[in-house]
Structure formats: C-alpha cells, structure tokens
C-alpha cells in the first residue's frame, strides 16, 4: 500500500490507475492511499498528440544534442501550469534557453552588487513566491516573482541571496558559470579581430565584429580583454 500523502501521474491515471488503486487500497485496509492526487496536463508536441508512430517523441538527450543545457526544459515546464496543457516545440525552448542565461547572468549582477536594499522589498518579492508556490504549484505567477527580484534596478547581494533561495526550489542552478567553447573558425576571427585592433585598423576590426555577429556571436572588449557570448 502507497503510504505518501500524495501521489502524481498523469491525467490518463484518473480513470484507470488511480481509481484502481483507491478501490483495492481501500477494499483490503479501509484507508485511501494518498490524502493529495497531482494529476498533469498533457504535454503537446506541436500542437498536436506526442506519439511514438508519429515520431515526434523528444528525450532530454536530444534537446542534450542539440546544444540546450538539460535544465532548458524545465525552465520551459514553468512557463505553464501543471493543470494545463503546454505546447513543446524547438522555437519554445529555444525561448527557455535565452530566458534561463538571462535568469544566470541577472543573478550574477545582484552577487556582484554593493548597493543594499530594504528588507521590506525582498520580503514583499519573498511572499509573492511563496504564494504562488503555494497556490496549487503557480509557477507562471512564482516565476513573475523571480523576474521582479531579477529586473530590480539597485544591485545587491541580498536580491542574489534571494534568487538562490528561489533557486532552492526551482532547481535551475542559477549560479551556475557556463564556459563558452568556441568553435576553431570563431576562435581564428576573434584573434584577427585581436590582431586588427592592436594595429588600430578600427575598420578590419568592426568589419570582423560583424561576421561574428553574423555567426551567432557577440564580442564585448573589456579592460580584462575580449568577452565573448552567443548572441
């Protein structure tokens, strides 16, 4: 017998599994097996059914393969309710992906800030979560919460101490620093550009800025030397 005080599966267990389990749980020791049933949504792909015969069935390995970190797909999960049907395609996790390094590196400006905030403002943030959270699992509504604590304009160590308290929950390794590997072609034209920027041939220098602009990249020159990130 389940002795949990919850129990999840998909809705496609209500009418069969689950109601299976009660009767028999029930029949031969007079409890119900679960106080709580979390019953999620189907998950769409491309709008329509997710079915081996249509071979349209996605593991993590492919969005792996595809060059996504892994935990992409569970910052796409939080775009919907668990009640309600969310619709997985590429354009959608590619979405998840900018919003996941924007969530890394908003969080890595709040740690590297020396402003303080009022202790009011991050209590206020703090119940919004937890609300939601608490709200039958909101995580659209809790993750307003953790864009609010991101976009605040005053930069502050505690706002990173509360995105990582957030992040407690959400499991999305916030304050996890990604190393960029470079494909050899980008990593010739960035020592070009290098090259060109030494000689103050400004023209040679924006001429190849632009290509690896074209390429997916973005350079950044900086008193530390050139930073590089996808675009």
């Known amino acids: 017998m389940n002795n949990s005080t919850s129990t999840q599966g998909g809705i496609d267990l209500i009418p ?3 109601e299976n389990e009660i009767a028999q749980s029930k029949g031969m020791c007079g409890k119900i097996p679960a106080r709580t049933w979390m ?19 996605y593991l993590i390995k492919d969005i792996i393969d595809r060059g996504y970190d892994p ?12 009640r309600s049907k969310i619709n997985y395609t590429w354009e959608a996790i590619d979405s998840s992906a900018k919003s996941l390094e924007r969530l890394r590196k908003g969080y890595r400006l709040h740690e590297k800030g ?16 937890h609300k939601a959270i608490n709200d039958d699992l909101n995580m659209p509504l809790a993750m307003s919460a953790v864009w609010e604590a991101v976009r605040y ?10 995105l990582l308290k957030f992040d407690s929950i ?48 973005i350079v950044k020159d900086t008193p530390e030397g050139t930073q590089v990130e996808k675009a």
């Open 16 to 18: 069969t599994h689950h």
């Open 39 to 57: 019953h999620g949504e189907y998950l769409l792909i491309d709008g329509g059914k997710m079915s081996k015969s249509l071979g349209n069935v």
């Open 71 to 82: 935990l992409v797909y569970r910052m796409f999960t939080y775009s919907g309710h668990y």
């Open 114 to 129: 020396t402003e303080d905030v009022e202790d009011k403002v991050i209590n206020s943030i703090e119940e919004k979560f």
């Open 153 to 162: 304009e005053t930069k502050s160590k505690k706002i990173a101490d509360l």
């Open 170 to 217: 959400l499991s999305l390794d916030i304050d996890k620093v990604e190393t960029l590997e470079l494909p050899q072609e980008i990593q010739e034209i960035i020592t070009s550009r290098d090259e060109a920027r030494k000689e103050k041939n400004w023209s040679k220098s924006d001429e190849l800025r632009d290509l690896l602009k074209e390429k997916g990249y």
